[in-house]
């Protein structure tokens, strides 16, 4: 693992995390949409919250992919799971958000599941058989 | 029943989203390393061999599926329920799946953190 890799997973957890928490509070803008005026939908692109969120969705969804080819995913959805810990720390130490000790230790959990994870082997070393491509046979850790 | 159709929902988010993720991994291991072929053939060739590889758009409907179902499982089920159940389900769907079609390596480390994840995602819904 290089540090431009370690990059691409902190890119996974910041653009998801960052790009819901925009879709939602655009979305709250513009009140509720109902199943009638689905056009209310397409519009909602036109909300500079909805916009951003999307853009931002649009980089995790980069990093993600990109992490999936040259990571495990049973390394790649635990070890950008720490999304869920910075969303709840944000809430407690900048909006002064009260957090129950039940969700203190799902943190812990979570926290704990992360470095699990982070610690062992990004890849399977599976010498992979594609004759087509050289570059698919590289395993790099 | 409007129980049922949540929990209906549920399964069909875990079922896509488990699915969608197996084929984006599959498609992404047989693309290589983007961050090597970016350096060597740029960001178009990158772009050409991810959208030439079939199973890529299967995984993205597979996701969008996922995505469908996750609206209307908040619109039967509370978000308190379907939301967690949902997510923490579909990590220990994935280690299961990883190893039966990626011939992943699921180490005990891999399965402790999976489920570690999981539970932790619960209780932070609770």
Redesign the interface.
């Known amino acids: 693992m290089t540090f431009q890799k370690y990059l691409v997973l902190a890119g996974i957890t910041v653009f998801a995390t960052a790009g819901d928490a925009l879709l939602a509070r655009g979305m709250k803008e513009l009140g509720g949409v109902s199943l009638h005026h689905l056009s209310g939908l397409l519009l909602a692109i036109l909300n500079p919250s909805v916009a951003g969120g999307i853009l931002l969705l649009i980089a995790f969804f980069a990093c993600y992919v990109s992490a999936l080819s040259w990571a495990d995913l049973t390394y790649v959805l635990p070890a950008t799971s720490s999304g869920y810990v910075f969303v709840a720390l944000t809430a407690h130490f900048a909006f002064h958000e009260v957090i129950s000790p039940t969700r203190w230790l799902g943190i812990a959990l979570i926290t704990a599941g992360v470095g699990f994870v982070a610690a062992g082997p990004s890849l399977t070393p599976v010498p992979r058989i594609d004759s087509r491509d050289p570059l698919s046979h590289e395993v790099k850790s | 029943m409007i129980e049922l159709y949540a929990w209906a929902a549920i399964g069909l988010i875990i079922l896509a989203s488990t699915a969608g993720?197996?084929l984006?991994?599959y498609?992404?291991?047989?693309?290589?390393?983007?961050?090597?072929?970016w350096k060597?053939r740029g960001a178009l060739a990158v772009l050409g061999r991810?959208l030439a590889t079939p199973t890529f758009a299967l995984g993205l409907a597979a996701m969008a599926i996922a995505f469908y179902s996750l609206l209307f499982g908040l619109s039967w089920g509370n978000l308190s329920l379907v939301v967690p159940a949902s997510t923490s389900l579909t990590?220990v769907a994935?280690?299961v799946a990883?190893?039966i079609f990626?011939?992943?390596?699921?180490?005990r480390?891999?399965w402790?953190?999976?489920?570690?994840?999981g539970?932790?995602?619960?209780?932070?819904?609770?």
Not at chain 2, 27 to 37: A, F, Q, T
Not at chain 2, 112 to 117: F, S
Not at chain 2, 119 to 126: C, K, S, T
């Open positions: 993720d197996v984006l991994a498609s992404m291991k047989r693309v290589g390393d983007v961050g090597e072929l060597q991810v990590f994935n280690a990883a190893r990626l011939h992943e390596r699921v180490s480390r891999r402790i953190a999976a489920l570690l994840v539970a932790g995602v619960i209780l932070m819904a609770l």
